[in-house]
C-alpha cells in the first residue's frame, strides 16, 4: 500500500539525523521520492509529483560529487523534472533537468550500464524537446553525440539496436537539413539502410 509505505518512511526520518554518516537518511529519502512518484503515476496529484522533487533535492544534497549514489540522485531528480516540464511546460525545469542529467553523465562510475543508458536516454530526450521548442543547433550537435553514445551501449543483437541505429539516422538528417554538410547526409543514409537490413519484410 503506497499510502502506507509513504507515511512509515516519513516516520522513520525522526529516527536518522540529518547528518547520518551510513546514508541511511538518503536512502529513505530516495525510496521515499519513488513511493510519491509511483502514487503520482497511478493516477496521482501533481502535488505528488512535486513533493518528490523537493525529497530529492535533500536527497541529492546529502550526496555530493563523490558520494556513492550521487550519479542515482542526479538521474532521478534530473528525470522528475523533466516530467513536470511535460506535465507543465515550464521551461525552467527543463532547462534543469538538462543541467542535472548531464553532471550525471560526468561523475557516472564505469559498470554502472544502466544508469548511464537511462541518463543518455532522458538527456537525448530534453534535448529534442528544447529543439522542438528553439531549434538550437547546438542542441541537435549534442543530440547527434548522445546517440551515437546510446548506439554504443546497445550494439548488434540488443533489443534497441535496430531502434538507435534509426534514431541516430534522423537526427543526422535534421543535422543535414539545419547545416548542408553531407557529411551527415551519408552517415544518415547508411545507418537507415543497416536498420533496414536488420528489419526483414513485415516488420
Known sequence: DLDEAITLYCDSFELRPVKNEEGDRSDSLQNLAVCLWNRYENPGSVDDLEE???????ALALRPPGHPDCDASLHSLGFSLRMK?????????LEEAIQLLRAGLKIHRRGHQY???????????CLSSRYVSQGLVKDLE?????RHAMLDL????????????????????????KTAAISDLQESIELHLAALQLRPPGH
Open 154 to 177: 546497445c550494439p548488434r543483437g540488443h533489443s534497441d539496436h535496430v531502434a538507435s541505429l534509426h534514431n541516430l539516422a534522423c537526427d543526422l538528417r535534421k543535422g543535414y537539413a
Open 85 to 93: 516540464f511535460e506535465k507543465q511546460a515550464e521551461i525552467y525545469d
Open 52 to 58: 518528490a522533487i523537493t525529497i530529492e533535492r535533500e
Open 115 to 125: 544508469w548511464r543508458s537511462s541518463m543518455l536516454r532522458h538527456l537525448i530526450l
Open 142 to 146: 549534442e543530440l547527434v553525440t548522445l
